[in-house]
Nanobody, 120 residues
Framework: VQLQASGGGLVQAGGSLRLSCAASGSIFSIGDMAWYRQAPGNERELIASITGGHRTEYVDSVKGRFTISRDNGKTTVYLQMDSLKPEDTGVYYC???????????????WGQGTEVTVSS
């Protein structure tokens, strides 16, 4: 199983980026998906999540600026980031609750991270 994240980069404050994270492998089902952010010197924090039923939640610092979504096949999760601020700088990791074929229960898997730098 693999979670491949992409879309990071360098952007000026006020700009936008769209992150993607695609799950692949012998996946039976995908449950909750989420994006975490690890700013320099800080711990990794949950910033947005989406359930299989498309219910979303956001940390206060990104509400109204970031939008999490998933595709119809529910194998890819996106994070649309608008009105970016320098404090949004960090490495963004996707996380998904995956149930693999042949396994009784699901497990959480991590993507490799994609770096976002917002200049002032």
């Amino acid at each position: 199983v693999q979670l491949q994240a992409s879309g990071g980069g360098l952007v000026q404050a006020g700009g936008s980026l769209r992150l993607s994270c695609a799950a692949s492998g012998s996946i039976f089902s995908i449950g909750d998906m989420a994006w975490y952010r690890q700013a320099p010197g800080n711990e990794r924090e949950l910033i947005a999540s989406i359930t299989g039923g498309h219910r979303t939640e956001y940390v206060d610092s990104v509400k109204g600026r970031f939008t999490i979504s998933r595709d119809n096949g529910k194998t890819t999760v996106y994070l649309q980031m608008d009105s970016l601020k320098p404090e949004d700088t960090g490495v963004y990791y996707c996380n998904a609750d995956l149930k693999m074929w042949g396994y009784r229960s699901s497990q959480k898997y991590w993507g490799q991270g994609t770096e976002v730098t917002v200049s002032s």
